[in-house]
């Protein structure tokens, strides 16, 4: 019997990426060209010309990367408790991962005004302790907005690494252990080689959902910590220069984008692929 | 337990059913819908969007209109309408001459027809605008905590006495609010009114002031309430929603002056639920809304003639003192503010 193409399947898919998704960027990339003239780099031109917007980038591909450390080093060590445990941790454990992603990001960002606050848990347990005299705000703060930014993407970490775990033999560490590996060589040489996919995958969630969080910038950051939503936030809603807009939603794409190939490059890696 | 299988002949059909089940909202909310139209109205967010929900949602409902409140800063609705012109996403606009000027200028908005609203006569003729009505005057002022700081007496007191020290908000040159109180510094520390110079140098001077820069009078009025803050500049509705909250909040005439924009509602070009529209107007600028209005925790100043003002509005201010109010140039404004909010938002990033 002839084998049935998949394609016809594939087709509504493809319809409602080209009309939904691919259409509405080839208008973003073109309305970034458009100047009373005719097409212009003008607006990129003016984009990298101030100090200003160069810094705002930088800022925001340092908050993605100091959340993805963040992320990474608060979720290894999940997972790998979810992977060693049984199923009533298991259960708690994806609940717990669960829950507040189906919480409204706005809710979960008000929360953090709460905890990061003067009178919040963090500055009393910081007097308690001694450690300062007078109450201490981490709002408006890289700090605070990094400490939220972690709790509210460690989610986009957690699931892919418990993903890549749940297939992986619980019987490599003991083999590991047989042949006199102690549990950070275990940690170092074997798992984290077979977590690499997952902590990439997450990695480009993080970054991604980090430097394009709106809410939580503008509210935890204030107006100090200026990141690139804002920034195309204020060309469009304030001063409603779309042209420029566009660039720097652009330039925002491709940074990711870079970054996002530079990952998947690495993930591809022999030395590391051998690895795992 | 037996797996389930599913050919893709059923599969298909499935999809489709899952698709058809999607789009039947659409009809029926079409048959649902009232049978004198809808109207979407931009509101501003908050207290405005709660308020008129309640207080002109079910007035246009009895008229066999549907109203959808829709909350945007006035900003926000400029920048949608000028998004897609001739399908506007608004009927009306609620607005302060700022925005006005501006929607003008890009022929966003059209002249009213004041025969189609029955309560046109009752308002003072200052505000009865061509492109509409006037609904309210927001007055502005400082909002302090009194629990945290002593009362301000004015602009000059924020940053020259310590005990306010850390403790003061202020919002980007975007808000109404904060450019009406940055005209007023620049009148005291400059040469006047669009000296904005002279309040940037003030800033530079006072780095502690600058801490405390949010994007919103929205967010000022969250960090009020968690006691992050204890100043900030407002109007009286915000102090009014804020004691309303149950908290200690407390509004401020500045000893300069107080800044006021009246707020309007506007009719969009382009709007093709003209009588919803009018309707709505009609609703806002009556006697039995605008008594509801002026109550807690909206407490807004009536525009109608026949709403007497309530001791709370009238401690703040009366209608003989609405013109002694500060009026900005809106035109003067608008013809930098694109450069001030730039290098505003430089300045506060360092």
Request: net charge neutral.
């Given at each position: 019997?002839?084998?049935?193409s ?85 259960q ?53 907005l ?131 | ?7 893709r ?19 029926l ?52 309408i ?63 905590n ?45 040469k ?13 001077e ?5 801490k ?49 924009a ?23 600028i ?23 003002l ?35 938002d430089?300045l506060?990033?360092?």
């Amino acid at each position: 019997m002839m084998k049935q193409s998949g394609f016809p399947y594939v087709v509504p898919m493809l319809l409602l990426s080209v009309a939904f998704f691919a259409t509405p960027l080839a208008v973003l990339v073109g309305f970034s060209f458009t100047g009373n003239g005719g097409m212009t780099l003008d607006h990129y031109a003016r984009f990298f010309g101030d100090a200003f917007n160069f810094r705002v980038l930088v800022n925001t591909a340092r908050l993605g990367i100091e959340t993805v450390i963040g992320t990474t080093l608060l979720g290894i060590p999940i997972a790998l408790l979810y992977w060693h445990g049984g199923r009533n941790l298991r259960q708690i454990l994806i609940f717990l991962t669960l829950i507040p992603m189906l919480t409204s990001n706005v809710v979960r960002t008000f929360a953090w005004i709460v905890i990061l606050g003067r009178q919040g848990p963090i500055s009393e347990a910081l007097m308690a302790m001694g450690i300062t005299g007078m109450p201490v705000s981490l709002m408006f703060t890289e700090l605070g907005l990094v400490m939220a930014m972690c709790q509210i993407d460690l989610p986009l970490i957690i699931l892919p690494l418990i993903a890549i775990l749940s297939r992986t033999p619980y019987q490599l560490t003991e083999a590991a252990q047989v042949s006199g590996a102690g549990p950070w060589r275990i940690l170092v040489t074997v798992l984290l080689p077979l977590m690499l996919p997952g902590l990439l995958a997450g990695w480009i969630l993080v970054f991604a959902s980090t430097s394009s969080s709106f809410v939580t910038q503008a509210v935890i950051g204030g107006a100090r910590n200026v990141y690139v939503p804002q920034l195309i936030y204020r060309e469009v809603g304030t001063l409603f220069d779309w042209p420029l807009a566009s660039a720097i939603a652009v330039v925002l794409l491709l940074s990711t984008g870079c970054l996002l190939v530079a990952l998947t490059m690495i993930s591809r890696h022999r030395r590391l692929v051998g690895h795992a | 337990m037996k797996d389930v299988e599913i050919s893709r002949r059923r599969f298909g059909y499935l999809m489709a059913g899952v698709a058809a089940s999607t789009m039947l909202p659409f009809p029926l909310r079409a048959a649902s819908a009232a049978t004198g139209g809808s109207a979407v109205a931009a509101t501003f967010p908050g207290n405005w969007e709660d308020a008129y929900r309640n207080v002109l949602t079910p007035v246009l409902k009895k008229q066999g209109f549907d109203l959808t409140i829709a909350p945007a800063m006035a900003q926000d609705q400029l920048a949608k309408i000028m998004a897609s012109p001739g399908n506007p996403p608004y009927d009306t606009l609620l607005m302060s001459p700022g925005q006005m000027t501006i929607a003008v200028e890009n022929d966003l908005i059209q002249k009213i027809d004041p025969s189609r609203l029955k309560n046109w006569s009752l308002l003072d003729p200052s505000f009865q605008g061509v492109y509409g009505p006037t609904v309210t005057v927001e007055v502005n002022g400082i909002a302090y905590n009194p629990d945290l700081v002593p009362r301000p007496k004015g602009y000059r007191d924020l940053f020259e006495n310590p005990a306010y020290k850390g403790l003061v908000s202020w919002t980007g040159f975007a808000s109404n609010t904060a450019v009406m109180a940055y005209t007023e510094i620049a009148k005291i520390y400059g040469k006047g009114p669009a000296d904005m110079a002279a309040v940037f140098k003030l800033f530079k001077e006072h780095p502690e002031q600058l801490k405390g820069v949010v994007d919103s009078t929205n967010h000022q009025m969250t960090l009020f309430q968690q006691g992050e803050i204890a100043v900030f500049m407002c109007s009286t509705s915000n102090v009014a929603r804020l004691k309303s909250l149950g908290l200690n909040a407390e509004f401020v005439h500045p000893e300069t002056g107080s800044p006021a924009a009246p707020v309007n509602i506007h009719l969009t070009k382009g709007s093709k639920n003209l009588d919803a529209a009018y309707a709505y107007m009609d609703a806002a600028i009556s006697q039995s809304a605008q008594q509801q209005l002026e109550q807690p925790p909206t407490e807004m100043f009536p525009t109608n003639k026949n709403v007497a003002l309530t001791p709370a509005i009238s401690a703040y201010v009366t209608r003989e003192q609405l013109k002694t109010l500060v009026y900005p140039d809106w035109a003067e404004i608008n013809k930098n503010r694109d450069d001030w909010i730039r290098q505003f938002d430089t300045l506060v990033a360092g």
